[in-house]
C-alpha cells in the first residue's frame, strides 16, 4: 500500500470521518425537518403514551431528541465494541457508516419515537448478557434485562419481540437454567405489579397488538421508502454476515456466542 493509500485509509478509519458522515446525517434530516412532512401513526404500547407522543406538541424538540438519540445509539454501539472487541478493531467508522444509513429515511430523523430507546435500550441489555458469560448464579443481569424490556413494552409494542431474544441470549451466553428462567419471569413481573400498585395502569385497558395490515401499511405516504431501506439493509445485514461467518467460526466459544447474539 503506497503512503498516499495508507494516509486515505487511516482517514476513513478515524474519528473525523465518523463524525463527517453523522454531520451529513444531520444535515439531510435537517432539510427534511424544513420540508412538510406526512403524517404517520404514532407507536403504541400496551398501557402508557407512546414516545411519539411525548413530543408531538414541539417539533423542534422532538427532532433534536430524535438525533441525539441517534447519536447516543452509535455512541453506544462503539462503547460495546471496545468493551467486548466484537470486530477486532478500534476503528469507529461503522458508527459512522450507521447514521449515514440512517439518512436513507430521513423522515425518520426529524421524529423522536421509541426507536432510539429501544435501540438503547436494547445495547444496555447485550452488554450485561455479554457480561454475565456463564455466570449462571449472577442473575441479577437477567432481571435487570427482562424489567428492561417489558417496561419498554409498557410504552411501546416494539420491545415485546426482544423478550424472546433476550431468552435465546441466556441461552447463548449459556446463562440458562432454573435461576435464570426465575429472574426472567420475576423481571416480566415486577414493573407491571409495581405500576398496578401504584394506580398507573388499568389491567383491563390493556392495549393489545392489532393484527397486522398489508393494505394499510402500503397506503402510508412514507411506505415505498421504508420498504427499500429495509430491503436493503437485512440484504447487506445476510450478504456481510455470510462473508464474516468464516472468521467467526474460527474464534473462541465466547466471541462465537456473541456473535451469535448479535
Request: overall charge positive; proline content about 7%.
Amino acid at each position: 500500500m503506497t503512503r498516499p493509500e495508507q494516509r486515505l485509509t487511516d482517514f476513513l478509519r478515524s474519528r473525523g470521518f465518523a463524525w463527517l458522515l453523522t454531520m451529513v446525517a444531520t444535515a439531510v434530516a435537517c432539510l427534511s425537518f424544513m420540508r412538510p412532512m406526512p403524517d404517520t401513526p404514532a407507536d403504541m404500547g400496551l398501557w402508557l403514551p407512546s414516545p411519539g407522543l411525548w413530543l408531538s406538541d414541539s417539533p423542534s424538540t422532538s427532532f433534536v431528541s430524535a438525533i441525539a438519540g441517534s447519536i447516543a445509539t452509535a455512541l453506544a454501539m462503539v462503547a460495546v465494541n471496545r468493551v467486548f472487541n466484537l470486530l477486532r478493531t478500534v476503528s469507529v467508522l461503522f458508527a459512522g457508516l450507521f447514521m449515514l444509513l440512517q439518512s436513507a429515511t430521513p423522515t425518520e430523523l426529524t421524529r423522536f419515537s421509541g426507536a432510539p430507546l429501544l435501540a438503547v435500550a436494547m445495547l444496555m441489555s447485550m452488554t450485561a448478557l455479554y457480561a454475565s458469560y456463564q455466570s449462571r448464579h449472577n442473575t441479577r443481569r437477567v432481571f435487570l434485562i427482562f424489567m428492561t424490556i417489558t417496561t419498554g413494552a409498557m410504552f411501546q409494542y416494539g420491545f415485546m419481540p426482544y423478550l424472546i431474544v433476550a431468552l435465546i441470549g441466556c441461552y447463548q451466553m449459556r446463562l440458562l437454567n432454573l435461576k435464570c428462567i426465575l429472574a426472567a419471569l420475576t423481571g416480566v413481573v415486577t414493573p407491571l405489579w409495581c405500576c398496578l400498585a401504584a394506580g398507573i395502569i388499568d389491567p383491563m385497558a390493556m392495549r393489545l397488538p392489532p393484527m397486522p395490515d398489508p393494505h394499510l401499511f402500503f397506503s402510508l405516504p412514507v411506505a415505498p421508502k421504508l420498504t427499500v431501506a429495509i430491503g436493503v439493509s437485512l440484504t447487506a445485514g445476510l450478504v456481510c454476515g455470510t462473508l464474516n461467518l468464516m472468521k467467526v467460526i474460527s474464534m473462541n466459544a465466547r466471541t462465537r456466542a456473541m456473535h451469535g447474539f448479535l
